[in-house]
């Protein structure tokens, strides 16, 4: 296990709000590290969630998160690597108690709590997140990280292909020759994105594989 270093300028903390029309990223510092064969990343979304999205998971009915995230060389506008995770809650009435699905690259796994606050935590935490394959990820050369999140995205089609995908048991990775990857990169990619109760765009500082 090794932390990545961050380039010695670092970007401003931005405050931007999570609409699906802000096509600005709000900057997010993130730590970075390395894991198995794998870069993962740590950080939050939590501000996809504002007071009517918290009140609505007492509801009973399922509310979805799609996380997409993608890599980029710091002078780049092509991602060399893209992974994607859908997490689903719902309040199980009979139990009282929260349940929480994730399906993406830690593979299938599924957490119940009792309180609403707790739940919303586990929902939104980004905890070694994978990104990456190191082999992806060459030594001294800079890069960032792009987090689209959607809640609730309208599209079923789309829903139903990220799971289809991700029985497959890629890891949650993509090939760049896959039938998936051209639909991944406009959905998750493209600024101009399919609508989606709320939508937060998170870009992580710059950083870098020190040489061991």
Same mark, same amino acid.
């Given at each position: 296990?090794?932390?990545?270093?961050?380039?010695?300028?670092?970007? %401003?903390?931005?405050?931007?709000?999570?609409?699906?029309?802000?096509?600005?990223?709000?900057?997010? @510092?993130?730590?970075?590290?390395?894991?198995?064969?794998?870069?993962?990343?740590?950080? =939050? +979304? %939590?501000?996809?969630?504002?007071?009517?999205?918290?009140?609505?998971?007492?509801?009973?009915?399922? $509310?979805?998160?799609?996380?997409?995230?993608?890599?980029?060389?710091?002078?780049? $506008?092509?991602?060399?690597?893209?992974?994607?995770?859908?997490?689903?809650?719902?309040?199980?009435?009979?139990?009282?108690?929260?349940? +929480?699905?994730?399906?993406?690259? =830690?593979?299938?796994?599924?957490?119940? *709590?009792?309180?609403?606050?707790? /739940?919303?935590? +586990?929902?939104? /935490?980004?905890?070694?997140?994978?990104?990456?394959?190191? *082999?992806?990820?060459?030594?001294?050369?800079?890069?960032?990280?792009?987090?689209?999140?959607?809640? =609730?995205?309208?599209?079923?089609?789309?829903?139903?292909?990220?799971? #289809?995908?991700?029985?497959?048991?890629?890891?949650?990775?993509?090939? #760049?020759?896959?039938?998936?990857?051209?639909?991944?990169?406009?959905?998750?990619? =493209?600024?101009?994105? %399919?609508?989606?109760? @709320?939508?937060?765009? +998170? @870009? $992580?500082?710059?950083?870098?594989?020190?040489?061991?």
């Amino acid at each position: 296990m090794r932390a990545l270093l961050a380039p010695v300028m670092l970007v %401003a903390l931005l405050a931007l709000p999570a609409h699906g029309d802000d096509d600005k990223p709000e900057v997010q @510092r993130m730590r970075f590290i390395e894991r198995g064969q794998n870069l993962t990343a740590t950080g =939050n +979304i %939590a501000k996809l969630f504002d007071q009517a999205a918290y009140e609505a998971l007492n509801s009973g009915f399922p $509310s979805t998160i799609q996380i997409g995230t993608a890599v980029y060389p710091r002078d780049s $506008s092509t991602a060399i690597a893209y992974r994607v995770e859908l997490r689903t809650i719902v309040y199980d009435l009979w139990d009282e108690q929260y349940v +929480i699905r994730f399906e993406g690259p =830690n593979g299938k796994r599924t957490q119940k *709590v009792k309180f609403r606050a707790e /739940a919303l935590k +586990i929902l939104t /935490a980004l905890d070694d997140f994978p990104i990456a394959r190191l *082999v992806d990820i060459p030594y001294e050369d800079v890069f960032y990280l792009t987090l689209t999140v959607q809640l =609730n995205p309208v599209s079923k089609e789309t829903l139903a292909e990220v799971r #289809r995908w991700l029985s497959q048991g890629t890891g949650g990775g993509l090939d #760049r020759g896959g039938v998936f990857f051209g639909s991944f990169v406009s959905v998750f990619v =493209n600024p101009k994105i %399919a609508d989606a109760d @709320r939508v937060l765009r +998170i @870009r $992580s500082q710059p950083f870098y594989r020190p040489k061991p």
